[in-house]
T-cell receptor, first 111, second 114 residues
Framework: GNSVTQMEGPVTLSEEAFLTINCTYTATGYPSLFWYVQYPGEGLQLLLKATKADDKGSNKGFEATYRKETTSFHLEKGSVQVSDSAVYFCACGGSQGNLIFGKGTKLSVKP | DAMVIQNPRYQVTQFGKPVTLSCSQTLNHNVMYWYQQKSSQAPKLLFHYYDKDFNNEADTPDNFQSRRPNTSFCFLDIRSPGLGDAAMYLC?????????????FGSGTQLSVL
C-alpha cells in the first residue's frame, strides 16, 4: 500500500529562517499529495495540496512541489514566523479516499 | 459555513465505561472517517463509511464500533475504554473515495481515560 516518510523532528528555527521539511512517498498510481498542519490541541487543517506531477501547492507562504521522479513533496517556507509553530504532516491519498500520513514533524520557531 | 463538527471537544471517561463520540457534517459528503491520534504520532485510520457501507481497518480493535444513522452524523463507540485508548479522535469527510480526494477534518475530541 501507499506510504509516506517525512523527516523526524523536532525542528527548531529562529524567526525569519528558511524552512524545509522533507517528505517522500511510495504509491501505486498517482495519488494527490497533501501537507496538513496541526496546532496544539487542535485538529488537522489542510495547508496545501498537489494533484499531479510538477504541480506546486502553495498557501500562507508555504510551498511544495509534486516531484514524480524523486517521489517527493518537500515543504518549504522562505521566512518562518513564531505563529508557524505546529506539527506538520505530509500525506498521500489512499485507494479508499483515506489519507496515509507521515509521522509528523514538530516545528518550533523562536523569536 | 459548511463544516465538520465534533462534540465534545474534551471527553473524560472511566476505565471500562462505554463512551460515544459524535461527528456531524454539513458538507453532504458521502464518506466519513474516524482516525485515532495518540500523542506525538500520526493519525491512524480506524474505519470509514461510504454512504451506509462500513469499512473496518484490519487492525482496529473490536472494542471500537461506529454508527452512521444518516448522511450528516457519525458516531464512534468505545465499548470498554482502556488506558491505551486515551487519544485525540478525529472525524473527517470526503466527497467520494479515491486517491485524489481532499479530506475535511473536524477539530477533534480529546479523550482521557481515568
Amino acid at each position: 500500500g501507499n506510504s509516506v516518510t517525512q523527516m523526524e523532528g523536532p525542528v527548531t528555527l529562529s524567526e525569519e529562517a528558511f524552512l524545509t521539511i522533507n517528505c517522500t512517498y511510495t504509491a501505486t498510481g498517482y495519488p494527490s499529495l497533501f501537507w496538513y498542519v496541526q496546532y496544539p490541541g487542535e485538529g488537522l487543517q489542510l495547508l496545501l495540496k498537489a494533484t499531479k506531477a510538477d504541480d506546486k501547492g502553495s498557501n500562507k507562504g508555504f510551498e511544495a512541489t509534486y516531484r514524480k521522479e524523486t517521489t517527493s513533496f518537500h515543504l518549504e517556507k522562505g521566512s518562518v514566523q513564531v505563529s508557524d509553530s505546529a506539527v506538520y504532516f505530509c500525506a498521500c491519498g489512499g485507494s479508499q479516499g483515506n489519507l496515509i500520513f507521515g509521522k509528523g514533524t514538530k516545528l518550533s520557531v523562536k523569536p | 459555513d459548511a463544516m465538520v463538527i465534533q462534540n465534545p471537544r474534551y471527553q473524560v471517561t472511566q476505565f471500562g465505561k462505554p463512551v460515544t463520540l459524535s461527528c456531524s457534517q454539513t458538507l453532504n459528503h458521502n464518506v466519513m472517517y474516524w482516525y485515532q491520534q495518540k500523542s506525538s504520532q500520526a493519525p491512524k485510520l480506524l474505519f470509514h463509511y461510504y454512504d451506509k457501507d462500513f469499512n473496518n481497518e484490519a487492525d482496529t480493535p473490536d472494542n471500537f464500533q461506529s454508527r452512521r444513522p444518516n448522511t450528516s452524523f457519525c458516531f464512534l463507540d468505545i465499548r470498554s475504554p482502556g488506558l491505551g485508548d486515551a487519544a485525540m479522535y478525529l472525524c473527517a469527510t470526503s466527497r467520494a473515495q479515491g486517491i485524489r480526494e481532499k479530506l475535511f477534518f473536524g477539530s477533534g475530541t480529546q479523550l482521557s481515560v481515568l
